[in-house]
């Protein structure tokens, strides 16, 4: 009973250099977000597709790009690392595109860029 | 500005104690609140509540939400080891996108 996995789990990169974040889930969840947890911050939203073939900026979108490849599959994309890019990011997905459902989070990728 | 407010901050208790988490939000068109426990990875889900009153309950956890007042605490009654994380609350907001409000969280340590 995989849930939500995500890979990799840890990953180092050089400012300017790119790196995709993928995100599975099993679940046949409609819905899948990205966040990102900073200390002090708590989570917030990157981007979110509501449905296959849509996704929408949340509330910090800037420097990244997604992707929902299927109903399974949303990765996550950063063109040009950038050391304020640095965090843990988590994918996350929920059964329903209407009204409010549990989401259901992966075990993170902790993201450093130097 | 949507905002969920988490407090206390972090908490230190001691195993057998009783703890009470709050989580006060101001958003506009609520449609849920839910807590969530973080180890150290992935936040677990724990309750969802939808309606003013009528208390959520999962062995020691215990939820309840007050929409008047905008706010929902969580209850940890005869806390153990296991009991340490943090806490997450958020609110879930209206609309078609299903989007959650995260607060900061409440970092509580279980002492033996």
Redo the contacts between chains.
């Keep these: 009973n995989a849930g939500v996995t995500q890979t990799p789990k840890f990953q180092v990169l050089k400012t300017g250099q790119s790196m995709t974040l993928q995100c599975a889930q099993d679940m046949n969840h409609n819905s899948m977000y990205w966040y990102r947890q900073d200390p002090g911050m708590g989570l917030r939203l990157i981007y979110y597709s509501a449905s296959e073939g849509t996704t929408d900026k949340g509330e910090v979108p800037n420097g990244y790009n997604v992707s929902r490849l299927n109903k399974r599959e949303f990765s996550l994309r950063l063109e040009s690392a950038a050391p304020s890019q640095t965090s843990v990011y988590f994918c996350a997905s929920s059964e329903a595109q209407a009204g409010v459902q549990p989401q259901h989070f992966g075990d993170g990728t902790r993201l450093s860029i130097l | 500005e949507d905002k ?1 407010v988490q407090s206390p901050l972090s908490l230190v208790v001691h195993e057998g104690d009783t703890v009470t988490l709050n989580c006060s939000y101001e958003v506009t068109n609520f ?2 609140l ?1 807590w ?1 426990k973080q180890e150290k ?5 724990l309750f ?1 509540l ?1 309606s003013s009153g009528i208390e959520k309950k999962s062995g020691r956890l215990s939820s309840i939400l007050d929409k008047k007042e905008l706010f929902s605490i969580l209850n940890i009654t005869a806390t153990q080891t296991g009991d340490s994380a943090v806490y ?1 609350c ?1 609110v ?1 907001s209206g609309g ?5 409000i ?4 409440t970092l509580l340590a279980v002492q033996p």
């Design positions: 969920v449609r849920s839910l969530y990875k992935a936040p677990t889900f969802m939808t997450l958020a879930g078609a996108t299903n989007k959650l995260f607060g900061t969280g």
